[in-house]
Structure formats: C-alpha cells, structure tokens
C-alpha cells in the first residue's frame, strides 16, 4: 500500500509541472505574438554592437598568421610535463630561406646538393604569403614519382601537389636539373624559386641565377610556354642589373601576347634618345612590333624583299626619316611568372619615350606596309608556284622595277654579282650560254638547243642589271645553242640598238662575210680577225653601242663561223651600196695577208657573183690590197665612242688579258680548229638569220594577215594548219610560189610561234608538221582575223 501511494503522489507531481511549463510556453509565445516588432529592433541593435568585436578578432587572427590560415599542426607532437601533469606545445611554420648554389640539403635519405631553391614552409609577400615554391621538407614525398607531372595543375604548387609529383620534383633536383623527360611543371615550380629571389629579394647571386635560367632555356625551350616564361625573366633580369638588351634581327615571326615586346620597345626607345627620328628599319621594326600589325603572306613568304621594297617606299616618304614625339615615358613592371608578385623595374629607360604609348604615326606606317605587300603579290604566287625558281631572273623580273635595280634585292644582287665575275675589272667577258642561262635560273634543254624565248628571256635579265649580250637575237644575231660562246660586257639598258638601220645592217653583213673569207682558205688567223674588228672601229656612222656589238658579234662569230651557203642567200637582200662594202670588207680580209690562196679567189668570186658584182672586181680589188700592203698601215679614222660603252682596246690585242683568261684564246691554233663538218656547223648555226627573209613587194589583197605575220607567212601557215602536215617538197614549192626561203620561213614562222606559244608550230624533217594541240589556236585566231 505504502508503495501504491507513494506512486500516485509522484504522477500528480509531474502532471502539475507539465501544465505550468505549457503554460509558461503559451505566455512567451502570446508575447511574442503580440510584441514581434519590438523584438526585431531589438535584435538589430544587438547584432551593431557586437560587429567592430568581431572583426577586431579577425583581424588580430589575421596578424598572427602571415598566410591568412592557421599554420597546420606539425607531423609530431612534442609533449612536455609540468608539475606531473600532461601538456601539449604546438610548433608554428618558418618562413622558408634561400639555398645557395653548391649548398646540399638532406630530405630523409634524398640529398640536394645543386641548392638554388627555398627550403621551409612558407614566404612572404608584400601584403601575403605563399607556399607555392618553398620546398617543405615535411609534406610527404612518396610512392610512383610521377615523372611526367600529369597529376599537376597548369599553375603548380610545391605545397599543392600529390606526393608522387614531389617525389618526382625532388628526383629531377637531385639529377642535375637536365633530365627532358621530366614535365614542365616541375621545371616551373623552380623557376618561380629563381624568380622570387632575383626580383624580390635581389641577392648578390643574381649573375647565377640568369646562368641557370639560360641553361634551363636550351633544355626545354622547346616548350612554348617555358620558353617565352624564361626568356622573360633573362631579359628583365639583365635589364635589373643595368645590361642592355640586345635586339633581334627584323624578322616575319610574330611572339604572342597583347604588348609590343621588350626588346623592341626598350631599342626605339634608346633610338629616339640619340635622335628625333626613326630609320626605315626602325620604322619597320616599330610597325611590325604592334600587336595590331599583321602581315599577310607575300610579306612573310618574301620578307628579304620585303623589306627592300619597305627601305625604297619609306625613303621616298620621309626622306629624313619618321619624327616621333611623345610624353609618356617608359614605365616597366616584372610579372612573375608564379603570379605570386609584380615588380617594378628602374633604370635610365624610364627617360625614353614609349613608342606603345605614341599611335599618330601608325595608320601611315600600316598603311606603308599593305601597299608593299600588294606590290609583292605576283612575285610571291610565281615563288609559291616554283619555290626553286625563287632566285631566277624569271621570278625577279615580277619584282617592282625600282627593286629590280636597287642591289638589295636577292635574286637580282645574286646574279648581277656572277655576271661581273665573268666580265672582271675590264666590264667584258666571255662564257657560254648555258652558263649564263643558268645564273639567270632558266631551263636549259637537255639537247642543248636553246629556244628563242629562253634567248630574249636571258636577254631581258641581262638588259635588267646593265649588260649586253652577243649573240643577241633581238638584234639580228642568231640563237646560240647552249655550248656555244657568247660575250658579254657592260651596257646602259643593256645596249639597245636599232637591228635594221643602214649601217648597222650594212656593218654587221661584212663583219658576217669577213668571216666566211677569214675561214675560206681553212685557217682563219688572228690578223683576220684584227683587220676586222678595225675596219669596224672605223665606221664613224656607228655609235658607240653598236660598235660594241658588233666586236663581240665579230669575236664570237670567228669561234663559230656561219654556213656559208646561207650566208650568201641572205646577201642577196641587201642594197647595191650594202654589196659593193661587203665585197670590198671581205677582199680586205684575204688581201690584208699579203698571202692569196686558190680557194680565197674562188670563195671571192662566188661571193661577187652573189652579190651580183663583175668578177674583174675581185683582181682589182686584191691587187691593191697588195699595193696597200707594201706600204706603211693606213691609220683609220677617229672614232665616236659612248661614254660609259667599254670597246676593247686596239692595241695589243682586241680581247683584254681578263677576257682571255676567262677561255677567249683568239690565236692561229685555236681559230685553225674552228673549221668543223658541214652537219655539224648546220646544226650549231641552224637558227642563223631566222628573222629576216625575203618578201614580196605586196600581200594578196584577199589576204587577211595573222596578227605579227605579214601575208605571204600567214598564206603558208594556214595552209599548213588545213592539211596538218606535208612533205618538205611540197613545202619547198609552196613557199617558192610565196616568193619566201623555205628555210627562212619556217625559222620565221616559228618564232612568231615562240613569241606567242613558247613553242615552235613546225617540226622540219622529211615531213613538214604542224604541232597538233596548236593547230586549233590558229583555226581560233583565223576566225577572229576574218
């Protein structure tokens, strides 16, 4: 019972404090209710006071711990007892300190003997710190190195990365820093050490540290990033020790970045302090130096010229070169690589104008660099097409005219230079075509025969640098083959002269008969050769030029004389007075020895009878030659000669030592070999006086001419175009009908065919053929003619 009671007293006990806690609960409540706007002002209030105590205590947290966390608890615990009871002492971080060069470290079992790296936990900042490139001996370097460094981020951090990549970090230390295999993050993490060093704490090791970094340079500088990250550091780090920066050469590769770079802008600001005004080089390099600039591909396929073409275009421009003025002055900051600091950079640049700064001049020069290289353009689609042609005259004859002459310019320089190697300090020399052909970078067909238009090609190139040429066929002369010798000697635009007119005309066939009777008695001698160079000198209707040319037309001819039966149809063209002079040049060649010859008296009656002299002339003639040649030499008359047109010299010898020595021996044994078989000269010479043949007096009226043909010539190719082919028969009598040489008229048809398709249109032999894929250009131009 007792225990019964005693239960129902403790129930009603704790049903009474139950009520009175719902009832107090019920109040506040009702309270809160009732008074809610109260409270809520007077929980503002509370929360503004206690805000400046809160952020003393951040503050005074922050101050005691420089990296703005709390420093972790060190890998032991060091556990001290006081008065028999247990305490515990926690061991805060040290700042990291600098590892000289030489100086070794141990980590564990690993020892670092290279030094050159911070060791500890943290450094400071102007206003942190950082953990980034202290080598902390107590994070944990362990496990599969991971050499490659794919564990690690883009920015790495010594204090941030798995135990595997500083395993991996500490194993490239230990083996020299050289080992390429290792990723270039690790590589990174120690230069950020370098860089902390050098700019912040500016050490008395500075000269090692940039040793270092060079040498890290040539070992992975194949990475883009390390490589412009590290060439960075070298150049802010010389300019921090007071060394000039060196510049580079002008160049078309561009560096990344939005900024100009410092080489560029520290050397033009040096320029502007010694004067007012840019070159057109540092116009150039000023231009090209800009972010905004970009050149487009003949400017960087063709850069050599290029620029040449810059210096003409900016010197014409600014005479006195580009003034540039400007206020700002040159204001540099280092940026680290780590991203951890920046740093600015004193020294006397901070005098110098920032061209970055300066941007009126900048249109005009932008502009200066778009016109240069549309001037480029054809140049460089013939170089894309043909890079190996990219130094034949071919390729530069695209170039703009004043670069072609200006001795910059790449491919002109290179040939004009080997061309004065063959003509020497005398201005004249000799070779061959082939030679020649080949300095100007033209094709030379594997059968020797060279084609009419390579031959004006050669002539062009040579005409573009100042120089003749002989043979040339532009001037009457025929095509060489590529054996053949030719001369060459300095010459205003090449030595242009006028093929047709009466003397020249006049002169050139005796010269071309002087030969043929030079070489009719087998020997043609060099006092032959003597006598005729002479009897040129003393043409006093000749102008210096032509002179010039028809020596080297002389010389060339007797090494390779023409054949003589051509030679002789083609004496028929000539006027009455023309005939007489020619008679009388070749009487004086073979009389002038005092030494006549059967087969000299023969060669000189077929040659009157040709000319359609009498045949007494011949006796006359040479009798007094011989009367002459008893006598004192005749001396001839003065000459005229243009200035600046090099002649050779009368006496000793016509030929200058130089020109000899370069392979003209002009002597009895050497011209005594010149005599060759008739298939032989046939084939050298075939293209001999291919230009001029006889015509009528007019076309047939119905005839309408194709363009550059007259009518007879026009009559016989459309004939040939509507058969295609025939024999050479009845070639020869359809050309006789026309009053025109076979021989000439495929020679001149041919030609025409080479001015306009680079080819021949006939092809001579048994059967005369026309080319097939040409025979519908000429049906083509047929119809536009009719």
């Given at each position: 019972?007792?225990?019964?009671r005693?239960?129902?007293?403790?129930?009603?006990?704790?049903?009474?404090?139950?009520?009175?806690?719902?009832?107090?609960?019920?109040?506040?409540?009702?309270?809160?209710?009732?008074?809610?706007?109260?409270?809520?002002?007077?929980?503002?209030?509370?929360?503004?006071?206690?805000?400046?105590?809160?952020i003393?205590?951040?503050?005074?947290?922050?101050?005691?711990?420089?990296?703005?966390?709390?420093?972790?608890?060190?890998?032991?615990?060091?556990?001290?007892?006081?008065?028999?009871?247990?305490?515990?002492?926690?061991?805060?971080?040290?700042?990291?300190?600098?590892?000289?060069?030489?100086?070794?470290?141990?980590?564990?079992?690993?020892?670092?003997?290279?030094?050159?790296?911070?060791?500890?936990?943290?450094?400071?900042?102007?206003?942190?710190?950082?953990?980034?490139?202290?080598?902390?001996?107590?994070?944990?370097?362990?496990?599969?190195?991971?050499?490659?460094?794919?564990?690690?981020?883009?920015?790495p951090?010594?204090?941030?990365?798995?135990?595997?990549?500083?395993?991996?970090?500490?194993?490239?230390?230990?083996?020299?820093?050289?080992?390429?295999?290792?990723?270039?993050?690790?590589?990174?993490?120690?230069?950020?050490?370098?860089?902390?060093?050098?700019?912040?704490?500016?050490?008395?090791?500075?000269?090692?540290?940039?040793?270092?970094?060079?040498?890290?340079?040539?070992?992975?500088?194949?990475?883009?990033?390390?490589?412009?990250?590290?060439?960075?550091?070298?150049?802010?780090?010389?300019?921090?020790?007071?060394?000039?920066?060196?510049?580079?050469?002008?160049?078309?590769?561009?560096?990344?970045?939005?900024?100009?770079?410092?080489?560029?802008?520290?050397?033009?600001?040096?320029?502007?302090?010694?004067?007012?005004?840019?070159?057109?080089?540092?116009?150039?390099?000023?231009?090209?130096?800009?972010?905004?600039?970009?050149?487009?591909?003949?400017?960087?396929?063709?850069?050599?010229?290029?620029?040449?073409?810059?210096?003409?275009?900016?010197?014409?421009?600014?005479?006195?070169?580009?003034?540039?003025?400007?206020?700002?002055?040159?204001?540099?900051?280092?940026?680290?690589?780590?991203?951890?600091?920046?740093?600015a950079?004193?020294?006397?640049?901070?005098q110098?104008i920032?061209?970055?700064?300066?941007?009126?001049?900048?249109?005009?020069?932008?502009?200066?660099?778009?016109?240069?290289?549309?001037?480029?353009d054809?140049?460089?689609?013939?170089?894309?097409?043909?890079?190996?042609?990219?130094?034949?005259?071919?390729?530069?004859?695209?170039?703009?005219?004043?670069?072609?002459?200006?001795?910059?310019?790449?491919?002109?320089?290179?040939?004009?230079?080997?061309?004065?190697?063959?003509?020497?300090?005398?201005?004249?020399?000799?070779?061959?075509?082939?030679?020649?052909?080949?300095?100007?970078?033209?094709e030379?067909?594997?059968?020797?025969?060279?084609?009419?238009?390579?031959?004006?090609?050669?002539?062009?190139?040579?005409?573009?640098?100042?120089?003749?040429?002989?043979?040339?066929?532009?001037?009457?002369?025929?095509?060489?083959?590529?054996?053949?010798?030719?001369?060459?000697?300095?010459?205003?635009?090449?030595?242009?002269?006028?093929?047709?007119?009466?003397?020249?005309?006049?002169?050139?066939?005796?010269?071309?008969?002087?030969?043929?009777?030079?070489?009719?008695?087998?020997?043609?001698?060099y006092?032959?050769?003597?006598?005729?160079?002479?009897?040129?000198?003393?043409?006093?209707?000749?102008?210096?030029v032509?002179?010039?040319?028809?020596?080297?037309?002389?010389?060339t001819?007797?090494?390779?004389?023409?054949?003589?039966?051509?030679?002789?149809?083609?004496?028929?063209?000539?006027?009455?007075?023309?005939?007489?002079?020619?008679?009388?040049?070749?009487?004086?060649?073979?009389?002038?020895?005092?030494?006549?010859?059967?087969?000299?008296?023969?060669?000189?009656?077929?040659?009157?009878?040709?000319?359609?002299?009498?045949?007494?002339?011949?006796?006359?003639?040479?009798?007094?030659a011989?009367?002459?040649?008893?006598?004192d030499?005749?001396?001839?008359?003065?000459?005229?000669?243009?200035?600046?047109?090099?002649?050779?010299?009368?006496?000793?010898?016509?030929?200058?030592?130089?020109?000899?020595?370069?392979?003209?021996?002009i002597?009895?044994?050497?011209?005594?070999?010149?005599?060759?078989?008739?298939?032989?000269?046939?084939?050298?010479?075939?293209?001999?006086?291919?230009?001029?043949?006889?015509?009528?007096?007019?076309?047939?009226?119905?005839?309408?001419?194709?363009?550059?043909?007259?009518?007879?010539?026009?009559?016989?190719?459309?004939?040939?175009?509507?058969?295609?082919?025939?024999?050479?028969?009845?070639?020869?009598?359809?050309?006789?009908?026309?009053?025109?040489?076979?021989?000439?008229?495929?020679?001149?048809?041919?030609?025409?065919?080479?001015?306009?398709?680079?080819?021949?249109?006939?092809?001579?032999?048994?059967?005369?053929?026309?080319?097939?894929?040409?025979?519908?250009?000429?049906?083509?131009?047929?119809?536009e003619?009719?």
């Amino acid at each position: 019972m007792a225990r019964r009671r005693g239960n129902s007293s403790g129930g009603t006990i704790l049903l009474i404090l139950f009520g009175a806690l719902a009832a107090v609960v019920s109040a506040v409540y009702r309270f809160a209710v009732e008074n809610a706007e109260a409270i809520g002002v007077v929980a503002l209030i509370c929360a503004l006071i206690a805000t400046p105590f809160l952020i003393a205590r951040v503050t005074s947290t922050k101050r005691a711990d420089p990296t703005g966390v709390r420093p972790p608890l060190p890998d032991t615990v060091l556990r001290t007892r006081a008065s028999g009871a247990p305490s515990t002492r926690v061991e805060r971080p040290s700042p990291a300190r600098w590892i000289r060069s030489g100086e070794t470290v141990k980590f564990g079992r690993a020892e670092l003997s290279g030094g050159m790296f911070y060791y500890g936990d943290w450094l400071p900042l102007a206003e942190s710190a950082t953990r980034q490139y202290a080598i902390n001996p107590k994070l944990p370097a362990s496990g599969l190195a991971d050499v490659e460094g794919s564990s690690m981020p883009y920015w790495p951090s010594y204090a941030d990365i798995s135990p595997g990549a500083r395993r991996a970090f500490l194993d490239w230390m230990a083996g020299g820093r050289r080992d390429p295999s290792y990723g270039i993050g690790l590589v990174f993490i120690f230069l950020y050490g370098l860089e902390h060093r050098l700019f912040l704490e500016g050490g008395d090791d500075a000269h090692l540290i940039v040793r270092e970094v060079e040498r890290l340079l040539a070992i992975y500088g194949a990475n883009n990033s390390f490589h412009g990250y590290a060439s960075n550091f070298l150049d802010f780090a010389r300019l921090a020790q007071g060394e000039r920066v060196e510049v580079s050469a002008l160049s078309p590769e561009r560096r990344g970045g939005s900024e100009m770079d410092l080489q560029t802008r520290l050397y033009l600001g040096d320029r502007l302090a010694e004067a007012p005004a840019l070159s057109a080089e540092d116009a150039l390099r000023w231009v090209l130096g800009m972010p905004d600039t970009y050149l487009r591909t003949p400017a960087v396929r063709c850069f050599d010229e290029f620029v040449a073409l810059w210096r003409l275009r900016f010197d014409r421009i600014y005479p006195a070169g580009l003034p540039v003025n400007g206020k700002d002055r040159i204001s540099l900051r280092y940026r680290a690589a780590s991203g951890s600091f920046d740093v600015a950079i004193r020294g006397p640049h901070e005098q110098h104008i920032d061209v970055t700064r300066v941007t009126r001049p900048l249109p005009g020069l932008q502009k200066l660099v778009t016109d240069c290289t549309d001037e480029l353009d054809s140049f460089s689609r013939f170089v894309g097409r043909k890079p190996s042609a990219r130094n034949s005259m071919a390729a530069a004859k695209l170039l703009p005219t004043d670069l072609q002459q200006s001795t910059t310019a790449g491919a002109i320089a290179d040939f004009r230079q080997r061309v004065e190697a063959v003509m020497g300090d005398y201005g004249r020399g000799s070779s061959t075509a082939q030679i020649l052909l080949e300095m100007a970078g033209i094709e030379v067909p594997a059968d020797g025969k060279i084609s009419t238009a390579s031959a004006d090609e050669l002539g062009r190139a040579l005409d573009s640098i100042g120089v003749a040429i002989e043979p040339d066929r532009r001037y009457g002369s025929s095509v060489p083959r590529a054996d053949e010798q030719v001369f060459v000697f300095r010459a205003a635009n090449g030595g242009p002269v006028d093929p047709a007119r009466a003397s020249f005309r006049a002169v050139r066939a005796q010269v071309e008969v002087a030969v043929l009777a030079a070489a009719a008695d087998g020997d043609a001698s060099y006092e032959e050769l003597q006598r005729t160079i002479a009897r040129i000198r003393s043409a006093t209707d000749l102008s210096g030029v032509e002179q010039a040319r028809l020596i080297a037309f002389a010389v060339t001819t007797f090494n390779n004389p023409p054949k003589q039966a051509r030679v002789m149809r083609k004496l028929a063209e000539t006027t009455e007075g023309e005939r007489q002079a020619i008679a009388d040049a070749a009487i004086a060649v073979i009389g002038g020895s005092g030494n006549v010859d059967a087969g000299e008296v023969k060669f000189l009656e077929r040659l009157h009878k040709s000319l359609g002299l009498p045949k007494e002339r011949v006796y006359t003639g040479l009798h007094s030659a011989a009367a002459r040649q008893a006598d004192d030499p005749v001396p001839v008359s003065g000459e005229d000669r243009a200035i600046g047109v090099p002649l050779p010299k009368e006496t000793p010898s016509p030929i200058p030592p130089a020109i000899a020595a370069r392979g003209i021996s002009i002597d009895a044994a050497r011209l005594a070999r010149t005599r060759r078989d008739t298939e032989a000269v046939s084939a050298l010479l075939s293209d001999i006086f291919a230009e001029d043949v006889v015509q009528p007096q007019q076309a047939p009226p119905e005839q309408a001419a194709l363009d550059g043909l007259d009518g007879p010539h026009t009559e016989l190719v459309e004939l040939l175009e509507l058969r295609g082919s025939m024999t050479r028969t009845e070639f020869d009598r359809h050309a006789k009908e026309m009053r025109l040489l076979p021989d000439g008229a495929i020679e001149r048809i041919n030609d025409w065919s080479f001015d306009r398709f680079d080819e021949a249109l006939i092809e001579d032999g048994d059967e005369v053929v026309v080319t097939p894929h040409l025979r519908g250009k000429i049906a083509e131009m047929k119809d536009e003619a009719a």
